[in-house]
Every structure is written in structure tokens, then in C-alpha cells.
């Protein structure tokens, strides 16, 4: 039987991994938020405040149901978690779902609402527009590529105002597991329209312009959702970044050409 769940709301000071001088009230809905593939819990949204995993694990018993959405925004299912024993080497608590979630669902999110009112589009990832303006901007820094090997375009109304944002994941790696040769790099950018003015923004980036031996280790960068996971009508992003023994996930926020990393976890050394 699923147990009922009483929304809190949280106030106090939260950050990143922090979260001090908290107490609750009865206001609105704490929603936890776990990637489906591994169960460790990224920690949770509260309104416009942000809760740590620690902070956050007791309340994933008390959600009522949890909605599996797979990379590209798709509702697939409704779940229930349990506790699991974790990992070593990973940061947070890890959970199990209860029901059998479907091959392609990656994101466990415990909203009452529909964390995707507006779904990612896949682009061509050959497309000569985004090349090219990738290839500019990375010439700005210093990286000479005029073929830039583009690995996703995704694009999405991301802040709910009619105007499609692009999300260009890219990267070159000619080095060993921990070096890198000159000109190599990683990243993930925003393209948006400011102003009537498009604008290049880099949500994560690693930029080699000079050869780097031994601690250089180069993470590749792909977005594996997009959801409004604090029912703010914007989406954040959720990006996996794979690195040498490592993978980090973490969410962000976008307001405007502000970029915030709001929560993440880690596994590996």
C-alpha cells in the first residue's frame, strides 16, 4: 500500500550540498529527485530552495509516488522506493525502486506535477549552423577546430517564454586517460536569444589550449533530462559528466545567462 505523503516546505539557508538553520512548515511540496539507473538521490527541490541529500533521504519514504521519465522528457511510469545499501564510492543515499522501471527511464522525480510540460527536441548533430558557431566560439578561446565533432544538440524552451533555447554537447580528446594534447576540450553550452542578440554560454566547460600531462583527466559532458523538477514552469538540467574513474551528475538551473549548480553526486575515486 502507498503510504500518504504531507508536503513541507523548508526555510533556511541552502546551498550546494548545505543547508543550515533549517525547520519546516506545512506549505508546499519537497520533492526528491534520483537517477533511475544508479538510485542515488541527487537531494531535493523546495519551491525556489534547494535540499541536500543528507538532508533529503528521510523524506523519500514518505512520498507518495515517484515518476520515471526517460532522457528525452517521456513520462514512462509511476514507482515507489526503498532503501539500499549504497555504494562506497559514491556520495549520496542510494535507493531501489519497488516496481520494474522500464530500460530507457532515467530520472526518478517525486513531484505530484508533470516535471516535463515541454519536451527537448533531438537535433542533427551535423547541423552546419551549430558547427559553426561552435568552431567560432571555440576559436574566442583560443581553440582552433573547424570541424568540431558535435556529440548532442538538443533544443527546448527552457524558461517558458516561446523562445527555443540549443544545448550543443561537444568535445575532442586526443590525450591518454589523464593527459590531454593541445586544443583539446569538453563542453556543454547554452545558445540563447538576449536582447535580439544570440549569445554562447558555457554551462560546463574543460578548454586545453596548451598540451597537459598527468592530472588532466577530461570529463565528457551529456544531458541526460530536462524537467521542471521544482514546478517552477522552468526546466533544469540534469548533466552526467563521465571522467577517468569517475562520474559526476548534477542539475542545474537557468535564469536568463545566470547558471547555477544547484545539486549533484559523485561515484568512483
Not at 81 to 89: R, V
Not at 93 to 108: G, K, R
Not at 135 to 143: C, D, G, K, P
Amino acid at each position: 500500500m502507498m503510504r500518504s505523503f504531507t508536503p513541507y516546505v523548508l526555510t533556511g539557508l541552502f546551498g550546494l550540498g548545505l543547508v543550515g538553520g533549517v525547520t519546516l512548515a506545512r506549505a508546499e511540496e519537497i520533492v526528491p529527485i534520483v537517477d533511475a539507473a544508479t538510485g542515488q538521490l541527487y537531494g531535493a527541490a523546495a519551491g525556489g530552495n534547494w535540499v541536500a541529500a543528507a538532508d533529503a533521504q528521510e523524506l523519500v519514504t514518505q512520498t507518495l509516488t515517484f515518476r520515471a521519465y526517460s532522457k528525452d522528457g517521456h513520462y514512462l511510469r509511476n514507482t515507489t522506493l526503498e532503501p539500499d545499501k549504497g555504494h562506497e564510492t559514491c556520495s549520496t543515499p542510494t535507493f531501489d525502486s519497488v516496481q520494474t522501471l522500464p530500460n530507457d527511464a532515467v530520472t526518478l522525480v517525486g513531484a505530484s506535477w508533470n516535471a516535463a510540460p515541454r519536451r527537448p527536441d533531438a537535433l542533427d548533430p551535423s547541423s552546419p549552423v551549430y558547427r559553426d558557431a561552435l568552431s567560432q566560439w571555440l576559436q574566442e578561446q583560443q581553440i582552433n577546430d573547424a570541424q568540431p565533432d558535435v556529440k548532442e544538440l538538443w533544443r527546448v524552451d527552457l524558461e517558458g517564454d516561446r523562445r527555443d533555447e540549443v544545448l550543443i554537447v561537444a568535445s575532442r580528446h586526443r590525450g591518454s586517460a589523464t593527459s590531454t594534447e593541445a586544443g583539446d576540450y569538453s563542453v556543454l553550452l547554452l545558445r540563447k536569444l538576449v536582447d535580439e542578440s544570440v549569445l554562447t554560454v558555457p554551462i560546463k566547460s574543460q578548454l586545453f589550449p596548451q598540451a597537459c600531462t598527468a592530472e588532466c583527466a577530461l570529463e565528457k559532458q551529456e544531458v541526460i533530462g530536462i524537467l521542471d523538477l521544482n514546478g517552477d514552469g522552468r526546466m533544469e538540467i540534469i548533466v552526467r559528466s563521465s571522467g577517468y574513474e569517475s562520474t559526476t551528475q548534477a542539475i542545474y538551473t537557468i535564469d536568463g545567462t545566470d547558471i547555477k549548480k544547484r545539486l549533484e553526486w559523485f561515484c568512483g575515486a
